[in-house]
């Protein structure tokens, strides 16, 4: 094999790791996002039931006002009840009373309920609150390890970097340039293998001539269907 086909498959097996670390670069900000937006969820659970608190604040409000003016009428008739003159008169008072202290049972049964339920929403709301800064600590966690990965790795990219420039040295410019254009159109395979007589790249068989050409190491043989660089690996 010619010493410049050894010397681009060093270069894309050093390329193939350095676009394996930007692929896991750019997957990092995904874990952090997903994260964030399980925290949006527990905010928009949370802005749910705090409406529902002012919402059941309201009603009890307005119940308890009910309550009030009820209450009112019951004693305005008792009032009244005390300066009748006839037992008749009283005793119609009396059954216009009992009527009503009834009916004051419903209201304040009514408001009961609204108490229950608002229990039930600060026990909801609590533990929303305490999921959110659950949560909260996770997404500060996960960006801080995207955050560390991400410095690692670009440590990692600019070392293989470093090693890769040397190598690009012995490459003349414009198998460079060719080869790296092969590698950022044909998904990061500028040099293919041959095996069984198919090209590894894009599995299309390689006609005699070039695979004679690749026995006689010619310099660079093209994939006459990908157009990747091919070099043969059981000799
Ligand atoms: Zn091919």
């Given at each position: ?135 909260e600590r996770e997404v500060e966690a996960a960006r801080k390890r995207a955050e560390s990965e991400a410095a690692d ?83």
């Amino acid at each position: 094999m010619s010493a410049l086909l050894d010397t681009l498959r060093e270069l894309q097996e050093l390329d193939r790791e350095i676009l394996r670390y930007r692929r896991y670069q750019r997957e990092l900000p995904a874990e952090v996002e997903s994260r964030d937006h399980e925290l949006k969820e527990i905010d928009r659970l949370l802005a749910a039931r705090q409406a529902e608190k002012k919402e059941s604040a309201k009603k009890l409000l307005h119940e308890e006002g009910e309550l009030k003016t009820h209450e009112g009428r019951i004693d305005k008739l008792r009032g009244q009840q005390n300066e009748v003159k006839t037992n008749r008169e009283f005793k119609a008072f009396q059954n216009e009373i009992a009527v009503l202290v009834s009916e004051r049972g419903q209201f304040e049964e009514r408001i009961l309920d609204i108490l229950n339920l608002q229990e039930g929403i600060d026990t909801e709301i609590k533990a929303l609150e305490e999921r959110r800064r659950a949560k909260e600590r996770e997404v500060e966690a996960a960006r801080k390890r995207a955050e560390s990965e991400a410095a690692d790795l670009e440590g990692k990219i600019a070392g293989l970097g470093g090693r890769r420039s040397g190598i690009a040295r012995g490459v003349d410019a414009k198998t460079l340039s060719l080869y790296e254009e092969l590698l950022e159109n044909k998904n990061g395979l500028a040099l293919a293998s041959v095996a069984s007589g198919a090209c590894q790249g894009c599995n299309f068989k390689v006609p005699p001539n070039v695979l004679n050409m690749l026995h006689k190491d010619s310099d660079l043989v093209k994939c006459t269907h990908c157009g990747r660089f091919l070099f043969l690996v059981d000799r």
